[in-house]
């Protein structure tokens, strides 16, 4: 360890790239009527190089130097604008810009890419996630609609990327991998995650094919910056579901602070579900960076966050309605005892930065994840089982007969003491005509888990499985009593893993055409199974110049996943030792293509892939709890398209519609058979509306339809969970009105002077009120039958929430 360190210090204080010839444009963004514009993009044509105004409209970033370059600037409901510009070596020019308002003013987002994409990453603008009408409103239900990515539950912050499962998701907040709780099983329990909407600046996301710079998983990359304040401002929400604040600011142009704090409970939505009872969700998170300027060269940040997350479920009752017209049935059931579940994680994490030059940007990075989570629950069911007769048309129906009564009896004891310890190194370095970084990372797991479950079943009073009876007889049998789903562990884990990569991305440009590479290659050693891996990967972008702008590219690698004591973990509760790491090939190809409908810009991007998987790890999910069977005796494949158009199908308001067609298998015991993450269609639309001559009110609307994915009777062959479930169906809207913005005018003495924004929105959940299924109660009778009773998500619900900004 102390080695380790040492030679991340001899690489961070002495690498030897101290040449750069840079220059500095700040300046400000004013309205036609001297108000100051927060969040305007500048960015300078051709490279990924940019920034985004502060709320006082202030703005820097550094640009090369001797050379003609092109500034783009656009702001929703202005008039887009550039500028030709040229700086010589260490010289800071200041500009003052001036955008002219569209003859038709609507606040909204606005996702564009006015540069050669020269990865896999599509941006997305954080501002959307004021008005998105979700019941979670988090950077995850936006990157829900994106192409490739599915999910079926709306409680839950979870998703499932081209055929891959949560635990293949890379999470990044200012280059700090953050984690998902790891004991919950249902949306119900998770509560919010950690990225915090109010404090998010920007938001990258990659479905496949990502660079060597990203982590060690097999499916995507979300990678999430928060704000740099540049001005004192706040806000605040309060809706139904809880409500969130948060205040940033600056001292003596050094030292800027951001914090944010959320309180949710779901309670309101879960008294909707088929299972009434004494639901008390409360979920609380508080987070903090805090960054200060040493001087020109040395910066120093420190992210902080607590989460205190609780769940408690006494049930009384549930009734339910299932199956078709033809065979219908009702199931009645009574509960007795309860469910408490607690998850306490921090995050403590802090980067140094220094800049021997415009063009170098060298980073030291520490940081310490610790969770402390608990599951427990004993609950008794008595159910009663009759057929139904449903009357046509009218929806209503009568229990004709009796099929089955009987109970049950679930109890567990688990609890998850975890602790994740990172120290990274990270340098890139700014040339005229490419980019290179790389970085060192080493990281330490530790790990406290056990685990006790089991349930008991009977019908008509006999416990299942049921003897043979012997009536009559003066010496009956004598049978034990079998419980199922029996899981008693208690295990330690501590691992280790170094990992390193290095990559460079070049441009080459003509009077035909612009090329961009980015090459780089990825190493990790892992203690657990002993195990060196190699990484290679690549991105080729390709861009003619058309009459209409497009982008080809192709990009491709070897990405690894180390096991992490889930994976670890089998269906009983073992670590299973020596486990190897999961590995995928990644092929991708698409195309961006720009072009004007309407006399407005749209994009159309299409891509293409294919995923080689091996060692896998087979797993069944049951609602959001992932089981592994603990061995590497699968490989798999997934294969699909996906096509995303967006752009501004109402004048400005930007909207968008997501398309993905995907088939996923694995190879396990002698035969081919879907993923649990098979999800062959998918359709997702972001739409945004405002009424005509009325920019100050707004509609937004998300729908998302999915098909079935692969399930099957507990405890049954892997290669028999091949059933359907459902399709996914979801219409959430939303009517906002904003009550106070730039075009509201208030007397010197007005207590409401201080608002820049004040909105009010109207949300209608689940509008076409579809009872989606997101897993199954399996019932069995005396003679052994199973039957599938649905577990419903949320129905139809209304939700009020007043947004504001100062």
Do not use: C
């Not at 008595?382 to 009218?394: A, D, K, T």
């Not at 199974?529 to 070897?558: C, D, L, M």
């Not at 961006?592 to 006399?599: L, P, R, S, V």
């Not at 005396?782 to 129905?795: F, R, S």
């Amino acid at each position: 360890m102390k080695n380790i360190f040492l030679s991340i210090l001899i690489v961070f204080l002495f690498t030897p790239f101290l040449f750069a010839q840079q220059g500095i444009i700040s300046g400000s963004v004013k309205s036609s009527a001297n108000e100051p514009l927060q969040f305007v993009n500048l960015a300078i044509k051709g490279t990924t190089t940019g920034t985004t105004s502060g709320k006082d409209g202030r703005f820097e970033f550094s640009i090369p130097a001797n050379k003609d370059l092109t500034i783009l600037v656009s702001y929703i409901g202005y008039e887009p604008d550039s500028i030709a510009i040229r700086v010589k070596e260490n010289e800071r020019k200041i500009i003052h810009l001036v955008l002219k308002q569209m003859s038709t003013q609507l606040e909204s987002i606005e996702v564009k890419d006015q540069q050669l994409r020269t990865n896999t990453f599509s941006r997305l603008d954080p501002k959307v996630l004021t008005f998105i009408p979700t019941i979670n409103a988090s950077v995850e239900d936006l990157i829900k609609t994106m192409p490739g990515v599915s999910s079926r539950n709306e409680l839950s912050s979870q998703y499932s990327v081209r055929g891959g499962n949560y635990d293949e998701n890379l999470v990044f907040v200012n280059d700090i991998e953050v984690y998902r709780p790891f004991l919950v099983r249902s949306g119900q329990q998770e509560g919010q995650s950690f990225l915090n909407p109010d404090l998010v600046a920007g938001i990258s996301f990659s479905a496949g094919g990502f660079d060597a710079k990203y982590g060690d998983k097999m499916s995507s990359v979300l990678d999430i910056r928060y704000k740099k304040p540049t001005a004192f401002a706040g806000s605040f929400d309060v809706s139904l579901l809880g409500a969130s604040a948060h205040l940033e600011g600056v001292f003596a142009k050094k030292f800027s602070f951001l914090i944010g704090a959320r309180y949710k409970t779901n309670s309101y939505l879960l008294k909707g579900l088929d299972t009434k009872g004494n639901y008390k969700p409360r979920f609380f998170d508080i987070q903090g960076m805090l960054n200060y300027e040493i001087d020109k060269k040395w910066e120093i940040s420190v992210l902080g966050s607590f989460t205190n997350n609780s769940y408690k479920l006494i049930p009384e009752t549930r009734e339910t309605s299932f199956g078709t017209l033809d065979e219908a049935y009702k199931i009645k059931i009574y509960f007795d005892g309860q469910e408490v579940d607690s998850y306490q994680n921090w995050l403590t994490a802090a980067t140094l930065t220094y800049r021997p030059a415009h063009n170098i940007r060298l980073k030291l990075i520490g940081s310490a994840f610790q969770t402390y989570e608990s599951e427990t629950y004993d609950i008794s069911g008595e159910y009663w089982l009759g057929r139904l007769e449903v009357f046509q048309g009218s929806g209503q129906g009568t229990v004709t007969e009796v099929m089955g009564v009987g109970a049950y009896l679930q109890h567990a004891r688990n609890y998850l003491d975890g602790t994740v310890y990172n120290i990274e190194h990270r340098g890139t370095w700014e040339k005229d005509k490419s980019s290179m970084a790389w970085g060192v990372k080493y990281q330490r797991d530790q790990f406290k888990y056990s685990m006790s479950e089991w349930e008991l079943q009977d019908s008509a009073g006999y416990s299942l499985p049921h003897p043979q009876d012997s009536i009559g007889s003066l010496n009956p049998p004598k049978s034990d009593l079998i419980l199922y789903n029996v899981i008693k562990s208690s295990n330690t884990i501590n691992t280790n893993r170094i990992s390193a990569f290095i990559q460079d991305t070049w441009t080459f440009k003509n009077q035909s055409n612009d090329v961009a590479i980015t090459a780089g290659i990825r190493a990790i050693y892992y203690d657990y199974s002993n195990q060196f891996s190699v990484n290679p990967r690549a991105n080729i972008s390709f861009k003619p110049h058309w009459k209409h702008e497009t982008v080809f590219r192709i990009s491709g690698g070897y990405y690894s996943q180390p096991p992490t004591f889930r994976e670890m973990t089998d269906l009983r509760g073992n670590i299973v030792p020596n486990l190897k790491a999961q590995t995928a090939i990644h092929i991708v190809a698409g195309s961006d293509y720009y072009f004007k409908a309407w006399g407005r810009p749209f994009k159309l991007v299409a891509e293409m892939y294919y995923k080689n998987m091996q060692n896998l790890i087979p797993y069944e999910i049951d609602n959001l709890k992932i089981r592994y069977y603990g061995t590497n005796d699968s490989h798999g494949y997934a294969a699909g398209i996906d096509f995303r158009v967006n752009g501004e199908f109402v004048k400005g308001a930007e909207s968008w519609a997501s398309l993905s067609i995907m088939k996923t298998e694995e190879y396990y015991e002698g035969s081919w058979i879907p993923r649990p993450t098979d999800q062959r269609f998918n359709l997702a639309i972001f739409f945004q509306d405002y009424i005509p001559g009325f920019p100050t009110w707004k509609m937004n609307l998300t729908l998302i339809y999915g098909s079935g994915l692969p399930f099957g009777p507990p405890n049954s062959p892997r290669n028999e969970q091949v059933l359907r479930i459902p399709p996914y169906r979801r219409v959430d809207i939303g009517l906002s009105k904003q009550l106070i913005g730039s075009q509201t005018k208030f007397s010197a003495k007005n207590p409401l002077r201080v608002f820049d924004n004040l909105w009010l929105s109207l949300d209608i959940f689940n509008l076409l009120q579809i009872s989606n299924t997101v897993s199954y109660l399996w019932i069995t009778d005396i003679n052994e039958k199973q039957y599938a009773v649905p577990n419903y998500l949320t129905p139809r619900m209304v939700n009020l929430k007043l947004v504001a900004s100062f």
